[in-house]
């Protein structure tokens, strides 16, 4: 057991010989070093490092793994939003230009073109003005934008918000809306299309639903985008809360400031296209 004991001892003293000439080991696949020498208290260590084969691997398993979150981000946003057929299409690209809607148009592109200093400022809009106009499209239009440049998202009616938010309560109860609520704070910019067309119920949790989004949005400090047929002064009384006090129109305002648009219907000048399309099939 003495004898033992020596051995240990002389291969400490081997080991912890500050002029030994350590030698790292190199990966057999690149040819690059596994280990670094290092001095510590006058002493010289060896450490682990990643050679460049192992480096690279970490690396594409870092970037997977941030590309996974971000379609599972996506796929959230995806639950929260009013990604249809419609919304997708809803591009800058595709805008059918008009003498009336080319200062909406030219809105929508300002804001995206200078995003980054609007998400510093917390600088959103209400967007209003008369039904049919393309507000609802503009909003998309400044959605898909910014989703196309990485921009997270989420676009969605206040009716949809409303229905979401029921309906997560048969699931997971009161829990299902802290965690859409939760969405909606995280998201870099929300938009709320048609805001006061959802139905005030009595016990006014429709108001309560709508204040606890933009409250959210105010407390994180991020853009909130909101498209309205009603005039300001009918959206302040519309969102009057049951307490009487208008904590959620003030709110609003502090984030988004009013915009009124004009343009033609749009509705009706589809409708009108589509009628001359008809009309040339029949003839």
């Known amino acids: 057991m003495e004898a033992v004991n020596q051995i240990l001892v002389q291969m400490d003293q081997t080991i912890s010989?500050?002029?030994?000439?350590?030698?790292?080991?190199?990966?057999?696949?690149?040819?690059?070093?596994?280990e670094h020498i290092v001095k510590l208290f006058g002493k010289?260590?060896?450490?682990?490092?990643?050679?460049?084969?192992k480096a690279l691997e970490l690396q594409e398993k870092e970037e997977l793994e941030r590309y996974q979150e971000q379609m599972r981000k996506l796929e959230r946003?995806?639950?929260?939003?009013?990604?249809?057929?419609?919304?997708?299409?809803?591009k800058f690209e595709n805008w059918e230009h008009t003498a009336l809607n080319q200062k909406m148009f030219e809105l929508g592109k300002e804001y995206c073109d200078n995003w980054e200093k609007m998400?510093?400022?917390?600088?959103?809009?209400?967007?209003?003005?008369d039904t049919g106009?393309?507000?609802?499209?503009l909003s998309f239009c400044i959605a898909n934008e910014l989703l196309s440049k990485g921009v997270s998202v989420i676009a969605t009616s206040s009716i949809n918000l409303i229905n979401q938010i029921y309906e997560s309560y048969?699931?997971?109860?009161?829990?299902?809306?802290?965690?859409?609520?939760?969405?909606?704070?995280?998201?870099?910019?929300?938009?709320?299309?048609?805001?006061?067309?959802?139905?005030?119920?009595?016990?006014?949790?429709?108001k309560q639903i709508i204040y606890?989004?933009?409250?959210?949005?105010?407390?994180?400090?991020?853009?909130?985008?909101?498209?309205?047929?009603?005039?300001?002064?009918?959206?302040?009384?519309?969102?009057?809360?049951?307490d009487g006090v208008e904590r959620t129109y003030d709110r609003m305002?502090?984030?988004?400031?009013?915009?009124?648009?004009?343009?033609?219907p749009r509705r009706q000048a589809i409708g009108v296209k589509k009628t001359a399309i008809l009309g040339s099939l029949l003839n």
């Open 212 to 242: 606890s989004v933009i409250d959210a949005r105010v407390r994180a400090k991020k853009p909130l985008i909101i498209t309205t047929n009603l005039s300001t002064e009918q959206l302040r009384n519309k969102m009057v809360g049951v």
């Open 44 to 53: 010289k260590k060896k450490v682990g490092v990643n050679c460049r084969c």
């Open 170 to 206: 048969g699931r997971v109860g009161a829990l299902g809306e802290v965690e859409i609520i939760r969405q909606f704070e995280h998201a870099s910019l929300v938009i709320i299309d048609d805001l006061g067309a959802e139905h005030n119920g009595k016990s006014g949790k429709e």
């Open 77 to 90: 946003l995806r639950a929260c939003s009013l990604m249809d057929e419609s919304f997708k299409n809803s």
């Open 253 to 264: 305002m502090e984030i988004c400031p009013p915009v009124k648009v004009k343009a033609e």
């Open 17 to 34: 010989t500050p002029t030994l000439d350590l030698v790292c080991n190199i990966c057999p696949k690149c040819g690059t070093p596994t």
């Open 133 to 137: 106009i393309g507000k609802t499209y």
């Open 119 to 129: 998400k510093a400022e917390n600088i959103g809009m209400t967007i209003w003005g």
